[in-house]
C-alpha cells in the first residue's frame, strides 16, 4: 500500500513540477504516473552506478556533483518518455531540484501515514 500511495505522491508532485516551473511540461496524469516510475526505476538502478563513477568529481565538488547527476537522470527521463518534456539542461537542473523538494515532503508524509 505503501508503494502504491508513494507512487501517486511522486506522480502529484511531478505534476507539481511543471505548474511551478514553465521549463517541465507533463501532459496528463498518466503520462505523470509513468515518468514518476521511471524516475524511480532510474534513480534506483543507474543513480549509483553514477555516483560510483563520478566519485572523484563529487568529492572535489563537495557533492555538488550530485545535483549534475539529478538533473541528467531526471533530463533521461523526459527524454525516454513522450508525455514529459524538459526543455534543456537548465530546464532539468531546476526541474529535479523542485521535484527532489516535493519528494522530501512526499517522504514525510508517508512517514506520517506509514510508520515503521
Same mark, same amino acid.
Given at each position: 500500500?505503501k508503494? &502504491?500511495?508513494?507512487w ?9 513540477v ?17 515518468? +514518476? +516510475? ?13 555516483i ?7 568529492v572535489?565538488?563537495?557533492g ?11 533530463? +533521461? +527521463? ?12 537548465? =530546464?532539468a537542473?531546476?526541474?529535479?531540484? &523542485? ?5 522530501? =515532503?512526499?517522504?514525510f ?8
Open positions: 500500500m508503494l &502504491i500511495v508513494n501517486l505522491l511522486s506522480a502529484t508532485a511531478l505534476l507539481a511543471a505548474y511551478l516551473y514553465s521549463g517541465v511540461v507533463v501532459t496528463s496524469f498518466t503520462a505523470a504516473l509513468l515518468a +514518476a +516510475a521511471v524516475l524511480g526505476a532510474l534513480n534506483m538502478v543507474v543513480r549509483p552506478i553514477l560510483l563513477l563520478t566519485l572523484p568529481v563529487t572535489v565538488t563537495l555538488l556533483f550530485l545535483f549534475v547527476i539529478n538533473a541528467m537522470l531526471f533530463w +533521461a +527521463a523526459a527524454s525516454l518518455l513522450s508525455g514529459l518534456d524538459v526543455r534543456g539542461f537548465g =530546464a537542473l531546476v526541474g529535479s531540484l &523542485i521535484y527532489s523538494a516535493l519528494q522530501l =515532503a512526499v517522504d508524509v508517508l512517514e506520517s501515514l506509514f510508520p515503521n
